[in-house]
Each structure stands twice: as structure tokens, then as C-alpha cells.
């Protein structure tokens, strides 16, 4: 059964790091595609980053460049998300999501359960 | 940017046919995946590709893209089927980025 466990979120003050973390269980997690979705209190979906298999290719949406880092280690079945700066519109439920083996333009076909930042002082 | 457009609400009786639709400048050109997700809840993806299904999803959830619309229809709604949809989309037109429509809060009266 594929799993996505997120972690690592909670209150920070503007300004402010946090890493978020994403255990993968159930699939070949090197082979995938990886992205992180984010959704403010009562909004909708925002797509936030993604990183190729390797760690080779990564992509942000532009509110988040040169802020946010993502990365990943497929020895420990890991995707993370270094948070640095944050504001206060960065406050939200921030989901780990699969992407595909090949194409990079797919689905997210399974999502984690969430961790919610929160950027308040 | 590419901006994916959705109506905030629809709302249907049910056993009645729920069409959500997602504008988009000439959407008919890229893979249109959909997205139900109910409060409290994780995202499920419904339709990707335009119109296919993933395993475990009823084919009373069908999908279509043509133009500068896409459209997800949900027939013979049930009072689960309430929830809100979301449109999703890869635009490469300058840097690969995800882009999601705002979403459409499904009603079931």
C-alpha cells in the first residue's frame, strides 16, 4: 500500500525556517517524480514544487523561489522541503504528492494527509 | 502565467448530472487531471489524462477536453459525491509549473 507521511510543520514566527519531511512507503520511491501541494485555511490547491527521481531537475512556483528548497533521499524514501523566510501567506496545509515514473507532466496520484504550517508571530 | 478558471459552486439534486467545468487558454492542447476532496481530507485524483479513470473511481465520473474548456461530469450524483473539484494542469510554457483552477464546491441538495 503506497504511503506518504508528512511531518515537520507547526509555528513560526515571519522570518522564519522549517523543514518539512515525507516518508514513502509502498513504491519504489526513486523512480517517481515528487511534488509538494500546499492549501491556505479555506482555499484552494497550490502547487508549490516538484523534483525529478535524481534530484537533478527541480521547479517552484514563483512565490516560493529562492525561499523554499526541495529535495530528497531516495536511500532513506525521503522528500523534504526547506522553508526559510516565511510569511505569513505561506501559512498552510502543505501535502506531499506523487508524480509518475516518466512523464513528468502527470497526475498526483497519491497524497500524503498533510502538515500544517503555521507563520504568525 | 496559465490561469485555470472554474465556477466557485454548482449545485445538482440527486441522481441528477453534475457538469464542472475549467477554462483555460487553449486547454484542448494540454492533459487535464481532476481532483475531489472532501473537508478534512487529502486530495483524490477522480479523472486524469482529460478522461481516464484510476482504479476504485465509479465510472459515473467521466471527463472531456476540447478548446479552451475542460469538463468533469459526475452522473447519477450521490449525496457522497458532495465535495469540492479541482482542475490541474502542467504549463511549460516558461519554467514547468503545476497550476490548479480554484476550485468548484460540489453541492448535493
Known amino acids: 500500500e503506497v504511503q506518504l507521511v508528512e511531518s515537520g510543520g507547526g509555528l513560526v514566527q515571519p522570518g522564519g525556517s522549517l523543514r518539512l519531511s515525507c516518508a514513502a512507503s509502498?513504491?519504489?520511491?526513486?523512480?517517481?517524480?515528487m511534488s509538494w501541494v500546499r492549501q491556505a485555511p479555506g482555499k484552494g490547491l497550490e502547487w508549490v514544487a516538484n523534483i525529478k527521481q535524481d534530484g537533478s531537475e527541480k521547479y517552484y512556483v514563483d512565490s516560493v523561489k529562492g525561499r523554499f528548497t526541495i529535495s530528497r533521499d531516495n536511500a532513506k524514501n525521503s522528500l523534504y522541503l526547506q522553508m526559510n523566510s516565511l510569511r505569513a501567506e505561506d501559512t498552510a496545509v502543505y501535502y506531499c504528492a506523487r508524480g509518475d515514473i516518466v512523464v513528468v507532466v502527470a497526475p498526483f496520484d497519491y497524497w500524503g494527509q498533510g502538515t500544517l504550517v503555521t507563520v504568525s508571530s | 502565467s496559465y490561469v485555470l478558471t472554474q465556477p466557485p459552486s454548482v449545485s445538482v439534486a440527486p441522481g441528477q448530472t453534475a457538469r464542472i467545468t475549467c477554462g483555460g487558454n487553449?486547454?484542448?492542447?494540454?492533459?487535464v487531471h481532476w481532483y475531489q476532496q472532501k473537508p478534512g481530507q487529502a486530495p483524490v485524483l477522480v479523472v486524469y489524462d482529460d478522461s481516464d479513470r484510476p482504479s476504485g473511481i465509479p465510472e459515473r465520473f467521466s471527463g472531456s477536453n476540447s478548446g479552451n474548456t475542460a469538463t468533469l461530469t459526475i452522473s447519477r450524483v450521490e449525496a457522497g459525491d458532495e465535495a469540492d473539484y479541482y482542475c490541474q494542469v502542467w504549463d511549460s510554457s516558461s519554467d514547468l509549473r503545476g497550476v490548479f483552477g480554484g476550485g468548484t464546491k460540489l453541492t448535493v441538495l
Open positions: 487553449n486547454i484542448g492542447s494540454k492533459s
Open positions: 509502498g513504491f519504489t520511491f526513486s523512480s517517481y517524480w
